[in-house]
């Protein structure tokens, strides 16, 4: 299974971040798995943004889940991340996991934020 995270490195602030990870070897609608984004600020440990389950049904941290969206698109099978009202403070790298206990990695993408 692998997973390949794209979108922008650089987003302006208060502007929308937009991520995609592409999944091969496994479907996003398989059986007990999830699929997440993962970050990890300068310095910082990781930080869990949100995920999406098997069945379309969306969690997200707290502390952003009123800027979160996670979504999938089944017909291609990559599910996405959109984070709205972005500060510098979201500048980060960050992964797409997946699998029935986050087995799957991608290599992580650098996000940058400008202020």
């Known amino acids: 299974v692998q997973l390949q995270e794209s979108g922008p490195g650089l987003v302006k602030s208060s502007q929308t971040l937009s991520l995609t990870c592409t999944v091969s070897?496994?479907?996003?609608?398989?059986?007990?798995?999830?699929w997440a984004w993962i970050r990890q600020s300068p310095g910082k440990g990781l930080e869990w943004v949100g995920e999406?389950?098997?069945?379309?049904?969306?969690y997200y941290s707290p502390s952003l889940a009123s800027r979160t969206t996670i979504a999938r698109d089944t017909s291609k099978n990559q599910f996405t991340l959109q984070l709205s009202s972005v500060t510098p403070e979201a500048t980060a790298v960050y992964y797409c996991t997946g699998g029935e206990a986050y087995t799957y990695w991608g290599q992580g993408t650098q996000v940058t934020v400008s202020s």
């Open positions: 070897g496994a479907s996003v609608t398989a059986t007990n798995y999830a």
């Open positions: 999406i389950s098997q069945r379309g049904i969306t």
